[in-house]
């Protein structure tokens, strides 16, 4: 089961990172604009999942899930904070507004962190059963950290 992003990408440009060769797609701090890596000067991607928005997340675990890099055991507790726009909900059961819902959908978020908030909610609530899912998940997201995710043979 993959979580769809909305909007579908060419096999190539997802893979070759196209956005990366041109330079206005590149942010300040070298982080590629809208990919969710950190691409180098010499034109190498790599993951950042301590920086990524939600739809980055989605369209990076589907891919990672496609390749055999992660399995779906290891990324189910992703999904609360890649959910699509339409599937965000406020507290009280409302629908978030569209343009809200875009937003949080396009503003990076630290998965680590969020993961490790979520454990020490598990071990306040003694559920061992939730810790160890978060655990494992983290685990998996740590083993891709950092790892190439695209090189722009452009560069």
Same mark, same amino acid.
């Given at each position: 089961?993959?979580?769809? %992003?909305? +909007? ?12 990366? @060769? ?12 809208? @990919?969710?890596?950190?691409? @180098?000067? %010499?034109?190498?991607? !790599? ?5 990524? &928005? ?25 999904? &609360? ?8 909900? !406020?507290?009280?059961?409302?629908? +978030?507004? %569209? ?7 396009? @503003?990076? +978020? ?44 452009? %560069?």
């Amino acid at each position: 089961m993959l979580v769809q %992003a909305g +909007v579908s990408y060419s096999p190539l440009v997802a893979q070759t990172g196209t956005a990366r @060769t041109d330079p206005s797609a590149q942010a300040a701090d070298g982080q590629a604009a809208g @990919t969710g890596d950190t691409t @180098t000067s %010499a034109g190498i991607g !790599r993951y950042d999942f301590s920086s990524m &928005s939600p739809a980055q997340m989605r369209d990076t675990v589907n891919r990672l899930i496609r390749s055999g890099d992660l399995s779906l055991d290891e990324t189910g507790c992703l999904l &609360s904070i890649m959910a699509p726009p339409s599937a965000r909900l !406020r507290v009280d059961g409302a629908q +978030v507004s %569209a343009a809200e819902a875009e937003r949080i959908d396009n @503003t990076p +978020v630290d998965a680590f962190a969020m993961l490790r908030e979520g454990i020490a909610g598990a071990r306040w609530r003694n559920d061992s059963a939730s810790e160890a899912a978060l655990t494992r998940t983290i685990a998996a997201l740590q083993r891709v950290q950092g790892a190439v995710s695209s090189v722009d043979i452009r %560069a």
